[in-house]
């Protein structure tokens, strides 16, 4: 049996977070001649074990883009059962996440949930806080852009209420308004399903997120793939704007 990618991973080099966008569900369901719903309760198999290969590893902050503010607009079938499958699984897993010692989170407009997935989702959220292994941080009903527009919004605010004076405004205070603003900006981004876009997902904080594109669906996503693409990851060399010269004198 061939090694396991994970043997070459460099431990030390880990990202501090992680953001995926699970992408692919509908299709993989499709091409088994079964409903879109099919392919997303198979997907939940992919969060659990990419969630605990994510803890045992160390990474500390995990960001699934679970449902977003432009996905209303799918079939009210689709919609409801994914609702329902939200609230499913958090009950479900909710041991496995303090067995785990993980915490869970969540991002985006909660508000607009379905009052049995939000209630749900708050509980999970209330009886995993004191966990400190690693951040289950889930976006749900989010928008890059809105969140972006509710930032500058609340900046304004405290402008017009003489807290804060437009010449202070800098990258700091945009990202204490952020939904992210106790998080470390994702380090890597993986996108399941062969497509190559961002989606309107955490567009503020993955500046200088490294991209990570693979062909495989999410229902078929496992440990073996995320160590594949964490491995991709520490492949790359990081410049942030600099040149290769710089960013090894800064290293040594």
Not at 99 to 110: E, S, V
Request: charged share 25%; glycine share 4%; aromatic share 8%.
């Amino acid at each position: 049996m061939p090694a396991s990618i994970k043997e070459k991973i460099d431990l030390t080099n880990l990202p501090k977070h992680i953001a995926i966008i699970m992408d692919g569900n509908g299709r993989w369901a499709k091409n088994r001649n079964m409903p879109r719903v099919f392919g997303h309760k198979n997907g939940v198999t992919s969060v659990r074990e990419v969630s605990e290969a994510c803890a045992e590893l160390g990474v500390g902050c995990l960001t699934l883009y679970a449902f977003s503010a432009e996905n209303w607009g799918r079939p009210t079938l689709e919609v409801n059962a994914l609702m329902s499958l939200l609230v499913e699984t958090v009950k479900k897993e909710l041991s496995t996440l303090n067995k785990n010692n993980i915490r869970l989170t969540a991002i985006g407009d909660l508000s607009k949930l379905p009052s049995k997935t939000y209630n749900t989702l708050m509980d999970g959220i209330n009886d995993t806080k004191d966990n400190t292994r690693m951040t289950l941080n889930l976006a749900l009903n989010y928008s890059a852009r809105n969140e972006m527009i509710q930032a500058t919004q609340r900046i304004a605010e405290l402008v017009a209420s003489g807290n804060l004076d437009v010449s202070a405004i800098d990258h700091t205070t945009i990202q204490d308004q952020l939904d992210t603003k106790d998080m470390p900006d994702p380090e890597l981004l993986i996108r399941t399903s062969g497509e190559q876009r961002i989606s309107n997902f955490l567009l503020w904080q993955i500046a200088y997120s490294e991209l990570y594109f693979t062909d495989t669906y999410w229902p078929d996503f496992r440990r073996e793939d995320l160590y594949i693409a964490i491995h991709n990851y520490q492949m790359r060399e990081r410049r942030f704007g600099k040149i290769s010269e710089q960013v090894t004198i800064t290293e040594i």
